[in-house]
């Protein structure tokens, strides 16, 4: 976990059953025993996004009117949500946006979506929580190109703003509490209930055959072994291309984006291996947004981080099994949202 905010796991409650009365227990037991086919799948590699993350509303509510306010940019020109879209899987579907005076970002623009449950923050992993990341993102003279005291002098002189701050946070409108209630927001961008979550919790048809396969391939060959855990990646560094050099990261460890004096793998550009988590909403893929579609982003992962090609069949599968990662926001699929 990121933060100090607690975040109820899937699955706690079934630990409690300790506590409860015998009986208790055997009813449970009889109850578990007739939906055996409905119990969560054990010992996976990947756990579900949690259905009961604990939010303030008040605060959510303050960080969303933040994330659209273009006050928190130098220029009062763009805010958060200008390449970070909702409608578009948490980024904005181009290769690379366009940042303050037609700055361009070295990096292509990740989802905000599910962040706050990544362990590693930015392509080259340099965040470890999203405070740190916000605080970072406000001066970033490619994405905000802001000063933090021209920023809360701005929001200060809104007089509504500082009373509904002064409603959450005593001492009013401060970076600290600004990053707050975004940090509180970014929290409930979460989004549950993918397919396969719904399959790992046990509903075994929730995922159609081909996904089920694409599955056990993504096992198989070990795609699992870098995008694992709740985020399906976001908690490790990883160099690119393991096996000889893939176009994407021509650039060796001076690849824009790369983190550097990692001490691992000193020849090869090294990312954090981002979360897979509706993937299928977040083309163009890669640090720099060079590859357009899953299948080829796929094909380049076999051959560059696994050293084998894979057949388009199994491509094809794996990409199901991607596809079914794509959960709902605020109960809607993702790919429901209207572009
Ligand atoms: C001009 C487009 C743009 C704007 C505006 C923008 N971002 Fe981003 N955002 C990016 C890019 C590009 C990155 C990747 C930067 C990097 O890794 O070096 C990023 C990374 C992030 C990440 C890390 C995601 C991850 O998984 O690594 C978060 C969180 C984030 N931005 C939040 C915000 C917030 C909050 C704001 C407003 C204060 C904002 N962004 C404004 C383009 C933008
Ligand atoms: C050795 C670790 C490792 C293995 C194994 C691995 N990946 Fe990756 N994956 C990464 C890293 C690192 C990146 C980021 C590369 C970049 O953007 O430059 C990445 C990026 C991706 C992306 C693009 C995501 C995006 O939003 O841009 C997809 C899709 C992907 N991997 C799927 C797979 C699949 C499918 C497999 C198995 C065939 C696999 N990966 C195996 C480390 C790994």
Same mark, same amino acid.
């Given at each position: 976990?990121?933060?100090?905010?607690p975040?109820?796991?899937?699955?706690?409650?079934r630990r409690?059953?300790? &506590?409860?009365?015998?009986?208790?227990?055997?009813?449970? $037991?009889?109850?578990?025993?007739?939906?055996?086919?409905?119990?969560?799948?054990?010992?996976?590699?990947?756990?579900?996004v949690?259905?009961?993350?604990?939010?303030?509303?008040?605060?959510?509510?303050?960080g969303?009117?933040l994330?659209?306010?273009?006050?928190?940019?130098?220029?009062?020109?763009?805010?958060?949500?200008?390449?970070?879209?909702?409608?578009?899987?948490?980024?904005?579907?181009?290769?690379?946006?366009?940042?303050?005076?037609?700055?361009?970002?070295?990096?292509?623009?990740?989802?905000? =979506?599910?962040?706050?449950?990544?362990?590693?923050?930015? $392509?080259?992993?340099?965040?470890?929580?999203?405070?740190?990341? =916000?605080?970072?993102?406000?001066?970033?003279?490619?994405?905000?190109?802001?000063? $933090?005291?021209?920023?809360?002098?701005? =929001?200060?002189? *809104?007089?509504?703003?500082?009373?509904?701050?002064?409603?959450?946070?005593? *001492?009013g409108?401060?970076?600290?509490?600004?990053?707050?209630?975004?940090?509180?927001?970014?929290?409930?961008?979460?989004?549950?209930?993918?397919?396969f979550?719904?399959?790992? &919790?046990?509903?075994?048809?929730?995922?159609?055959?081909?996904?089920?396969?694409?599955?056990?391939?993504?096992?198989?060959?070990?795609c699992?072994?870098c995008?694992?855990? #709740?985020?399906?990646?976001?908690?490790?560094?990883?160099?690119?291309?393991?096996?000889?050099?893939?176009?994407a990261?021509?650039?060796?460890?001076?690849?824009?984006?790369?983190?550097?004096?990692?001490?691992?793998?000193?020849?090869?550009?090294?990312?954090?291996?981002?979360?897979?988590?509706? #993937?299928?909403?977040?083309?163009?893929?890669?640090?720099?947004?060079?590859?357009?579609?899953?299948?080829?982003?796929?094909?380049?992962?076999?051959?560059?981080? =696994?050293?084998?090609?894979?057949?388009?069949?199994?491509?094809?599968?794996?990409e199901?099994?991607?596809?079914?990662?794509?959960?709902?926001?605020?109960?809607?699929?993702?790919?429901?949202?209207? &572009?």
């Amino acid at each position: 976990m990121t933060d100090e905010i607690p975040i109820r796991q899937a699955g706690r409650g079934r630990r409690k059953a300790g &506590r409860l009365p015998l009986l208790a227990l055997a009813i449970l $037991w009889a109850a578990e025993a007739v939906h055996a086919q409905d119990a969560p799948l054990p010992d996976e590699p990947i756990t579900p996004v949690p259905l009961d993350i604990i939010t303030d509303p008040a605060r959510v509510s303050l960080g969303q009117r933040l994330f659209s306010d273009t006050r928190l940019s130098g220029g009062n020109d763009r805010s958060c949500s200008s390449c970070h879209m909702i409608t578009r899987g948490g980024a904005d579907g181009l290769r690379l946006s366009t940042g303050p005076q037609n700055r361009i970002p070295p990096t292509n623009t990740p989802t905000i =979506l599910n962040v706050s449950l990544s362990a590693l923050l930015n $392509w080259d992993g340099r965040n470890r929580s999203v405070k740190t990341q =916000l605080r970072d993102v406000v001066t970033n003279p490619h994405i905000m190109d802001g000063d $933090w005291p021209t920023v809360l002098s701005r =929001l200060q002189a *809104d007089r509504a703003l500082v009373t509904e701050f002064r409603g959450s946070y005593p *001492d009013g409108i401060t970076q600290a509490n600004v990053i707050d209630a975004l940090a509180e927001y970014e929290r409930s961008l979460v989004t549950p209930n993918a397919p396969f979550d719904r399959y790992l &919790r046990g509903e075994a048809d929730a995922l159609t055959p081909q996904a089920k396969a694409g599955y056990e391939l993504f096992k198989f060959y070990g795609c699992v072994s870098c995008h694992q855990g #709740v985020n399906v990646g976001g908690n490790m560094l990883q160099a690119f291309g393991i096996f000889g050099s893939p176009a994407a990261a021509e650039g060796g460890p001076d690849t824009p984006g790369a983190a550097k004096d990692t001490g691992i793998f000193p020849s090869e550009p090294v990312f954090r291996v981002p979360s897979l988590r509706n #993937v299928a909403e977040t083309a163009p893929y890669f640090h720099n947004g060079s590859v357009q579609t899953l299948p080829e982003a796929i094909d380049i992962m076999a051959n560059y981080q =696994l050293g084998r090609s894979i057949t388009p069949d199994d491509i094809a599968q794996i990409e199901a099994f991607l596809t079914s990662l794509t959960g709902e926001y605020q109960g809607i699929p993702l790919g429901d949202y209207q &572009r």
